[in-house]
């Protein structure tokens, strides 16, 4: 059902959750027929009281699992909804406290890193071990980061450089690694800082410097590859 578009009746107000980015979330329960027979746990996650204790049309953003039940957590069409504010509202919550959260979007945010070396320019390339591919620092967001904050703290935790994101870049790779799930991340430009790279071992299984040949035969992926082609642009054009 995730992605789906549903009409769900309410059962109930649960709690009135505050303000997360500038909007006024409040939580109801309720149920939806998937068939006309099947009935689903549903939390809604809203900003208005529902009209007639019914939303129309509303989208099934996340997937999870809250007291041994699976529950399906929507919000209207145009109010994307990521992880860190399903695990912010909910937390403290008794038994709506989940472990597990599948959504339809996720966000992260990383950097093209680049330093000048024997005239050429090189840029950082590290190696997950999760996926096993190549590819730039970055990371899930937090609850109240910025995008720029994201990509910091994700470049300092795997690869010990506290960089500094440059004025006029910012681009965006997105595609589905699991199906309909939607992932973007927002990629920064940096410049190597002062300091060495030192990878975090329980994540990245190494890293090269490459220049922009070698990264691209390098990279098994079209995004990234894209993203480098735009990051050596913007370099070309702006710091030489």
Not at 36 to 52: E, T
Request: aromatic residues 10%.
């Amino acid at each position: 059902m995730l992605g789906n578009m549903i009409d769900v009746q309410i059962s109930r107000e649960i709690f009135h959750a505050g303000s997360y980015g500038g909007r006024n979330y409040t939580v109801h329960l309720g149920v939806s027929s998937d068939d006309g027979n099947v009935l689903h746990n549903i939390l809604i996650f809203s900003p208005d009281k529902p009209i007639n204790n019914t939303f129309v049309n509303v989208r099934v953003m996340a997937v999870t699992e809250l007291g041994g039940r699976i529950y399906y957590i929507c919000a209207e069409d145009e109010n994307i909804i990521y992880e860190p504010l399903i695990r912010e509202v909910l937390a403290g919550r008794g038994n709506f406290n989940p472990s597990r959260i599948t959504c339809l979007y996720e966000k992260s945010c990383g950097a093209v890193i680049f330093r000048r070396h024997s005239g050429n320019v090189e840029y950082l390339l590290i190696k997950n071990r999760k996926g096993n591919n190549w590819g730039f620092p970055k990371g899930h967001m937090e609850m109240h980061e910025s995008e720029r904050q994201t990509a910091v703290r994700e470049v300092r935790e795997e690869t010990g450089l506290n960089i500094r994101p440059l004025d006029g870049f910012r681009t965006i790779s997105e595609y589905h690694p699991k199906g309909r799930i939607t992932k973007q991340v927002i990629f920064f430009v940096a410049e190597m800082p002062v300091g060495n790279v030192v990878i975090q071992k329980s994540e990245i299984e190494r890293f090269i410097w490459a220049d922009y040949s070698l990264a691209i035969k390098t990279f098994r992926f079209n995004n990234d590859k894209k993203v480098l082609a735009q990051a050596r642009s913007w370099i070309t054009e702006n710091l030489y």
